[in-house]
């Protein structure tokens, strides 16, 4: 089995190309009508996946308003999903009340890339959720990140004013802590530092903004 | 000791009356002929994946058969391989989109190995061997049986990965509460692990066949010299 | 992804190696390790053409996304691949025959390598730059390679050892490959905390 073998006659060489150009021609529509009957179906799958997630992470969320953030710092309303990493999602309920800010984050863990997203609430600058997206991380430890009861416990009110990180299982001290579960230290601290680059870059944006986002224009 | 160190090991000749059941189970892709040995280690630690690699494999299996096999006329002998491979990367590429539209959080835990089905020997193997030879719709028959024989193989050891690696099926608990699950079944060494138990159970049992037929084949001849 | 190039060359290497973590290569890996001598030429080359595509999918995906046709990924890889495998072969026929003819059906067979095409996707899901590229290329590849090495020298012995007709071959080779990759998950965490 090999790649393609040129005989090197140019008379033999003319119905190799040509056969070779309608298979790609073949293909390539082929791929391009794939792509344009799929992409609305996908997007929508993403868009209901993002939902079901704020959903879990600001209970009683009913409407939501996905901001983009600008490179200057401004927010712009975003009709669609926008693209990771610029963006993040501002929940209210049915009566327009403003429930809090989910935003996304990753860093590399045990195994490979975790992403996440937490729920901030900007009035009490805590964090108020979180919840794994992806993961990869070692079945029955590290990926207990995910679903141990009382690693989630960590979140119901973590403070963001401090620098937030995780220490050792039963070290936690200060509310800004992040107490990691055994055995799965790496992953644990991933998540500390995830959480905490996040909050950095994303809290001063939302609290210049925070009028307006209240408002949910 | 030498092994036969090919792409394939040398297998029985094919029942060419069923391409269907030949795929399924006489010529079975992991079993007979320990291809595509990649996604049988790296997608089986839960059924769910293992069903849906195998359907996705089925898919590329039954689309680039039955177009290799309708175009075999007309493509020179030189550019074949990269016809097909031209034609293979195509369905992968429609089936990746496809994947994807279905249902996201498959689409994320199959990972690289949908784009890496390109490169599933069987899918070439195939063909080379048989839908470059073969008429459409023995063709297509015989994508089908190859594919639904793949994935019944990725199944089985996917069973035996989830049952023990975590205590469910399809995501249903099969023990109660209380088990502790044999978390190496659904780490890389527990693949390979589980894959040489069913290697090991699938050949004894078809050198026990073996050994049945030749004593029949024995004792019938012995008859046949008693009577003459 | 801000990974070091330490990181990477660990993770590609030791923590997630292709073919006892990440399983690709495989065909190769269980046909191939019989023997030492066939092991390391086959992982050379497999590492020379890894590296080559690998760079060379780089720039291709770079102009894939100017004009975008993200879609042709897969394709464009797999040609990549292919001419690569295709001038190694030439490139070995001339400098080395006797290479070649050891090497014999297994040089084409490194098309359907997974781990060839792996680092390609690898390189465009974690958007890689060219040097984060290139060590990630020769790093994994040179996983692969220490991995068959290691295997084929555990076999040569193993084929000394008395074991039953029915387990010898590839359900051995697979137990064989077990161990080495409950060795290899030690390595994990290696890389710390970023």
Redesign the interface.
Known sequence: MSGPVNTGHTSAAIPMIKVLGIVSLLCGVLIVITQITTLGRIRHNQELLMRESVEQLLPGFQKQIVYGVEPSGDLKVLQGLGVEGHRFFAGYDNSGNFLGVVIETSDRGYADVIQAMYAYSPDSQTITGFQVVDMRETPGLGNRIGSDKDFLDNFKSLDAKHPISAVKHGAKKNPWEIDAISGATVSSRAVGRMLNKSVQAMAPIVAKNLDRIKRGN | MSEPISCHTPTAPPTTDNPFLNGLWKQNPVFVQVLGMCPTLAITNSVRNAIAMGLATTFVLVFSNTLISAVRKLIPNQVRIASYIAIIATSVTIVDYLVKAISIPVYKALGPFIPLIVANCIILERAEAYAAKKPVVKSMLDGFGMGFGFAFALTCLGTVREVLGAGTWLGFPVFGPHFEPWVLFVLPPGGFIALAIWLLTFSSWRSWRMKRKLAEENSQLVRVSEVA | ?N?SLSHIFLDAFL??NFV????????SF???S?KFS?AWRMGLSVMFVITASGILSYYMNQLLIAVHAE?????TY??II??T??LT?MFIKKTSPALFRELG??L??I????A???VP??LT?RNYNLVQSTVFSISGSGGYCAAICLLSLVRERI?LSDVTS???????T??L???L??AF?GF??M????
């Open positions: 992804m990974e923590i997630n006892l973590c990440v399983f690709l290569g495989m065909c269980i046909g191939l019989g066939t879609y042709l990924r897969i394709i797999i040609v292919a001419a495998v295709q072969e059906v297994y084409p067979l098309t359907t390598n997974c060839v095409l792996y996707l690898m899901a084929d029915l387990a010898k071959g590839t359900a051995l697979l137990v490959a077990a161990i990759s409950m998950m994990a965490g890389g710390g905390g970023a």
